[in-house]
């Protein structure tokens, strides 16, 4: 007989510990969550992180496991498709699926947060602590130790076992690192390029001053800017920009003269619609983007890393937040099998998604090149247009690799980003050998596209590339 009297402690009340917490109580479990910023719900702490987020169908099974569709639905501005802007102010909207069924969601990643907590905490087994800072975790003796960043005293919690959903700073992931008691690799590659929220305020309507239902990009080769709407009417604008190199980057944007030079050259139409601009550059800090990459994620049946603490991605294909609240469904579908072996539980976990969470983390990386540079360019729209054509008359027979990875939530990042990739080395080769164009006849394409990508992922197979 499981004994679901056991404890569990979860550092981090983010998204993903926030999901976790409220899994694991409906499943009985006592819980008892640590975070270490004050409650959000209480204080505004988002300075300079991404205040909303792209929410789509594989973050929206960890909501439908919970139950809670019905409440996540209201937090939602549905985004068709990207809003390409060019250096003059023209615009033009390229959706995301051909099937008019698919879209991603703009969310407040507050609102969402917070829906979480307020849900996790009805459940009485659930114990919530806010101001509790994570030094380091005794992953043998599965303790945690905390400081209390209001007081600073300093205490100790042990549990059955320790989830660890703290970002990408993960203390139990330096623990893991710092101990050497175990073979552990880790990796974390930044990219040469940072990012700056900025934003778009609302009319003095409230209401919105561009398009609202799209994901909005300048992309301009090396650097682009992104804006998400948000409830409000306003739009969280992302500058992302090279630390040192080319004409302007961060280090030499130095003044409010040469940003709003910087924005009247490349961006002009968003620099219309940002006479807040100047304030937020200089109010807001530039971060860093990076990929972490770890294993083994667990220790015994101690100790787990979920989430950004286990995988942390740049933010590009959208699937941060995502791939984390996948995370919870697919650790839930392990619980069903084992529950009460947590050895068992987090070496089949890791084994079955360890593979998808490293594909998801390449893909988001091809994705900053396709946004930034990729998507301005005539083969890529090209490309696109066929996509979408082919998606619209044959909704069964073909997936885009975005639809793959967005849209296709039954198959995993890793089959997404094999199958991806080779579609689209198929339609690039073909355009570029003029083998097919865009006003060919859609079904000869199809069984081009198809017999070609065949082709490619039998000869990657062959050469070991998966």
């Not at 995301?96 to 947060?113: F, T």
């Not at 994901?215 to 920009?241: C, E, K, Q, Y």
Request: aromatic share 10%; with cysteine.
């Amino acid at each position: 007989m499981l004994n679901k009297q056991q404890n569990i402690l979860i550092i981090g009340a983010g998204l993903c510990g926030s999901l976790l917490a409220l899994r694991l109580a409906q499943r009985g479990y006592n819980v008892t969550v640590y975070e270490m910023r004050p409650d959000l719900r209480k204080t505004d702490i988002s300075a300079g992180r991404s205040i909303n987020l792209a929410f789509s169908d594989r973050g929206n099974k960890g909501i439908k496991l919970v139950g809670l569709e019905d409440k996540v639905r209201p937090l939602c501005i549905p985004m068709n498709g990207r809003m390409l802007h060019d250096r003059d102010g023209k615009t033009v909207l390229s959706n995301y699926s051909g099937r008019a069924h698919e879209y991603i969601n703009s969310i407040s990643r507050g609102g969402l947060n917070a829906l979480l907590l307020d849900e996790a905490e009805k459940h009485n087994n659930v114990t919530i602590h806010f101001n509790k800072k994570c030094k380091s975790v005794n992953f043998e003796k599965t303790t945690a130790y905390f400081i209390d960043t209001l007081d600073s005293t300093e205490f100790i919690e042990d549990a059955d076992c320790i989830i660890a959903t703290d970002g990408a700073g993960s203390a139990l992931r330096q623990s893991y690192f710092l101990e050497r008691k175990f073979l552990f690799s880790f990796s974390q590659e930044w990219l040469t390029h940072g990012y700056k929220e900025l934003s778009i305020l609302p009319e003095k309507n409230g209401g919105y001053k561009t398009y609202k239902n799209a994901l909005h990009i300048w992309p301009r080769g090396d650097f682009m800017v992104i804006a998400l709407p948000n409830l409000d009417g306003s739009f969280t604008v992302t500058l992302f920009l090279s630390y040192d190199e080319g004409e302007y980057n961060f280090n030499n944007l130095t003044t409010p003269e040469i940003v709003i030079e910087f924005f009247q050259k490349e961006f002009p139409d968003a620099l219309e619609l940002m006479p807040n601009l100047v304030e937020d550059f200089f109010e807001n800090p530039t971060a860093p983007l990076g990929t972490v990459k770890c294993s083994p994620w667990h220790y015994k049946g101690n100790t787990l890393l979920m989430g950004d603490s286990a995988h942390a991605i740049v933010p590009f294909y959208g699937q941060g937040m995502n791939a984390s609240f996948e995370d919870v469904v697919e650790f839930d579908a392990v619980l069903d099998t084992h529950e009460g072996d947590w050895e068992t539980i987090f070496t089949e976990y890791e084994k079955r998604r360890k593979k998808d969470t490293d594909a998801i983390a390449d893909l988001a990386i091809d994705n900053f090149h396709e946004m930034k540079d990729h998507v301005g360019q005539a083969i890529f729209q090209e490309k696109r247009k066929i996509e979408m054509a082919l998606e619209k008359e044959f909704p069964e027979d073909y997936a885009s690799k975005y639809s793959l990875v967005t849209f296709n939530e039954h198959i995993g990042y890793r089959e997404a980003m094999l199958r991806g990739r080779a579609q689209d080395k198929a339609i690039l080769n073909m355009l570029s050998d003029g083998v097919i164009s865009a006003d060919d006849n859609i079904k000869d394409i199809l069984v081009k596209v198809k017999t070609e990508t065949k082709a490619i992922l039998e000869d990657d197979k062959i050469a070991g590339l998966h």
